[in-house]
């Protein structure tokens, strides 16, 4: 493998050095923005394309395009954004020309019409996004899930994203973990984005403009992580107006606001819980009280333009859930916590070189209190995270675009369980059922991929990314390979392949997301490793259709799972175990993104596997969260400018179980009963009913003393399948029960929001 990764960059770099390096020093240059005409928004991903040539690109994650090498001549330049009017232009190149412009479009609402793609699907041929999903974040805000707009629940109705239960927004992506997704907020990572114990996200939908997620084989400038990458980019804040946005929810409420600061914007978005204030309203039942529970989430960003080469970002994102229980002589709390503070600098060298400089503050806190009749436990996590990172972006010519960065990041991570009783007796070091870790640590990586179109019809992108680890005084190469093939005019085939290394572990139980702990890889346990194999069939069979076809086989070696016998220690070896696994399967994805009914139908089949010395007697068992069979259908329809339909279904296999084979009694001389221990089956060896959901939503749109307004009807789980949350086995008695705990039953929700 090694020798056919050095023979294709051998063979790349040989045809770029062939290149006549005459026309790339007389040719033209046009770059710019491509903004939203009201507001003056980047728009990321919109289409820059001369009409009749193959000179096109897409605009990058500042809105910022480049196209080198254009011979002299005039030219119609045609700039599309779906759910934006296409805007079409004359401009005149001469002998080193270099033109910069500022490219307005006017929103014309994502149904409203249907839209030529054609500059799109030209563009495409030249650009390898393998596994990248593109929907719309319009869309994906009208899913809602009990009343709520969220992007992480709106992202598991897609084929090869799975969930450990209906309750949970996490996302297993191809037979990985949560843990090894990087999810990143305007380029910094967030460690925990759950609220409500995993419900829903910590992004308030309002405050993102931007939704990218790779599923595998993403390229060199993300790393960290093993199986997936979630890219969000918050709003920039409108620089022409003031506008504001107020929703009230069933579960909670949110408003947003925005508008122009001197030469730039401003944006402001939150959203909290009342769940304390209808308690106040509710009759308390001293049998039978209710917890206290809230959560809020914070947005904000300033941009400034400092003239025509520079923009300063200051973005600040905070989360917060609290609960509290206190009856029968039981007092718990529980205090999960995000705090980001980023800021990012742009700077254009030329019309060529686009850089980015990006400097952020992370931190996730984790606290579990309780107190049971004077027995005090408390489990306690933190992870800080300061980063710095920078990447140039050079366009080279029209078939070569290369990009370089470095990023560094200091870690330090804490991490205490103490079940003495006394939580008072905590120290460092201390030992008789405490666990005590305090670590710090440090990450630099380097990367460099090239972009070349090879010929008309074959571009190869590659990659190379290294890690140092600091802890483990480790260094981790991560070669990326893709490849794409125009087949036909509609059909494009695309490969990818490339190495991954993990550095970071999560410590948590599937059914319960509240308890998630993140630790190093310390000296006691090896980086963790995924090498992946992808293979992926694009095609457009009717207009406006889009129908992919993916097939992939991921190995992941040194992979984790908690060790829930563990009492104490001091290394990270003493939390987990380690082994290895691999998952494999196949999707099919068919979406329509314009006109008035839009949607998406997706199907995937999965296997996952995995081996630990420790687990299942040293047998291959198959995780948790293999479900198999993966099925999800969304559906959308403008019926006229007041009225707009939706709903979405999913079907998956359920959930694998472990079951029991015996049952033990014991008890003390002068018991008559005693306690009944299970002795365990198989790991995971049985499965679970398969799970199924229906959810509709309908909108009404209308005006309140003349401000936009909606009336949105929500109905969660429509036909009331209780599905099964987890299996136990009940012992209170002389007879074992098998006991269900259910999820959530049909719930009806309206919400009411108020556009200003």
């Known amino acids: 493998m090694k020798k056919l990764i050095l023979i294709i960059l051998f063979i790349s770099f040989y045809q770029l050095k062939a290149i006549e390096p005459e026309p790339m020093g007389i040719n033209g240059t ?51 954004y779906l759910g934006y009017e296409k805007k079409s232009f004359n401009l005149k190149f001469d002998d080193k020309s ?44 009208e899913i809602r899930i009990g009343g709520e707009s969220d992007v992480f629940r709106s992202l598991q109705y897609l084929p090869g ?54 599923k595998g084989g993403f390229p060199a400038e993300y790393g960290g992580r093993l199986s997936a990458v979630l890219n969000l980019t918050q709003k920039d804040g409108n620089q022409n107006n003031i506008d504001g946005l107020v929703s009230l929810g069933a579960i909670s409420s949110k408003a947003s606001i925005e508008g122009p600061l001197f030469n730039g914007s401003w944006f402001i978005g939150g959203r909290r819980t009342y769940l304390e204030l209808l308690k106040a309203f509710i009759p308390e039942d001293p049998t039978s009280p209710l917890p206290d529970f809230n959560f809020y989430d914070l947005n904000a960003k300033i941009t ?82 300061y980063t710095i990172k920078g990447s140039v972006e050079w366009f080279t010519s029209d078939v070569l675009t290369t990009k370089f960065g470095f990023e560094s990041t200091k870690y330090t991570f804490g991490y205490l369980q103490n079940f003495t009783g006394n939580t008072d007796s905590t120290r460092p070091g201390a030992s008789g059922g405490t666990l005590n870790l305090e670590v710090d640590d440090w990450n630099h990586s380097l990367y460099g991929q090239l972009n070349y179109r090879i010929f008309d019809l074959l571009s190869f992108q590659g990659g190379l990314r290294t890690n140092y680890w600091k802890q483990r005084n480790l260094i981790s190469w991560e070669p990326r390979l893709a ?40 000296s006691t346990v090896p980086a963790s490793k995924s090498i992946h194999y992808i293979f992926s069939i694009e095609t457009n069979p009717y207009e406006g259709y889009d129908l992919n076809f993916d097939v992939y086989y991921k190995q992941m070696n040194n992979t984790n799972e908690i060790n829930m016998n563990s009492l104490e220690g001091s290394t990270v070896a003493d939390v987990f175990y380690i082994g290895n696994a691999k998952s494999y399967g196949a999707e099919i994805f ?10 998406w139908f997706g199907y995937a089949i999965g296997f996952i596997y995995a081996k630990f010395d420790s687990i299942n007697n040293g047998k291959e068992f198959r995780p948790k969260y293999d479900r198999r069979h993966d099925l999800k259908l969304v559906v959308q329809y403008k019926l006229n400018s007041d009225w707009e339909f939706g709903a979405s279904f999913n079907f998956q296999s359920g959930q694998s179980y472990t079951g029991a084979t015996s049952r033990f009694q014991s008890r003390l001389i002068d018991q008559n009963y005693g306690t009944g221990k299970i002795f365990p089956s198989q790991r995971y060896g049985l499965r679970l009913p398969s799970s199924h959901q229906l959810n509709v939503n309908a909108s009404y749109s209308f005006n309140t003393f003349g401000l936009p307004s909606r009336l949105i009807l929500d109905i969660y789980n429509v036909y009331n399948r209780r599905d099964i949350w987890f299996r136990y086995f009940n012992t209170q008695k002389e007879e074992t029960n098998v006991e269900d705990v259910r999820l959530l039953p049909i719930l009806p929700s309206i919400s009411y929001e108020l556009k200003f």
Not at 112 to 121: C, D, G, L, P, Y
Not at 340 to 360: A, R, V
């Open 30 to 80: 046009f770059s710019g923005y491509v903004l939203d005409s009201a507001s003056s928004e980047t728009l990321i991903g919109a289409t820059v394309a001369f009409k009749g040539t193959k000179l096109g690109t897409y605009t990058n994650k500042s809105g910022f395009f480049s196209i080198t090498n254009i011979l002299p001549g005039e030219y119609t330049i045609v700039v599309s």
């Open 98 to 141: 270099s033109i910069r412009r500022e490219i307005k479009l006017k929103h014309d609402g994502i149904k409203t019409q249907e839209v030529s793609v054609e500059a799109e699907r030209e563009v495409e041929k030249r650009e390898i996004t393998i596994s990248k999903v593109n929907v719309p974040v319009e869309q994906l805000k």
């Open 161 to 214: 994203i799975l969930t450990s239960s209906q309750i949970s927004s996490g996302l297993y992506v191809r037979g990985g973990s949560p843990d090894q997704n990087l999810v990143l907020v305007d380029g910094s990572v967030v460690y925990n984005p759950t609220h409500l114990f995993g419900f829903i996200s910590t992004f308030n939908s309002d405050a993102i403009k931007d939704v990218e997620l790779i």
């Open 304 to 385: 400034q333009n400092f003239g025509s080469n520079d923009k300063v970002f200051l973005s600040g994102f905070m989360s917060a859930d609290a609960l509290n229980f206190d009856s029968y002589g039981m007092n718990m709390s529980l205090d999960i916590g995000n705090q980001l503070l980023s800021t990012k600098w742009t700077h254009i060298f030329g019309d060529d070189l686009f850089t980015t400089l990006n400097l952020s503050y992370s931190k996730y806190k984790n606290r579990f209190f309780g107190d049971q009749s004077g027995y005090q436990f408390v489990i306690d996590n933190t992870i800080t995270d």
């Open 483 to 522: 490849l794409r093939y125009q087949l036909q005019d509609n059909i494009a085939l695309k490969a990818a392949w490339g190495i991954y290394h993990q550095n970071l572990r999560l410590a948590t139980m599937p059914d319960f997301s509240f308890f998630d702990t993140w630790l190093p890889t310390d």
């Open 590 to 599: 068919l979406q329509k993104k314009f006109g008035n009914f839009t949607g």
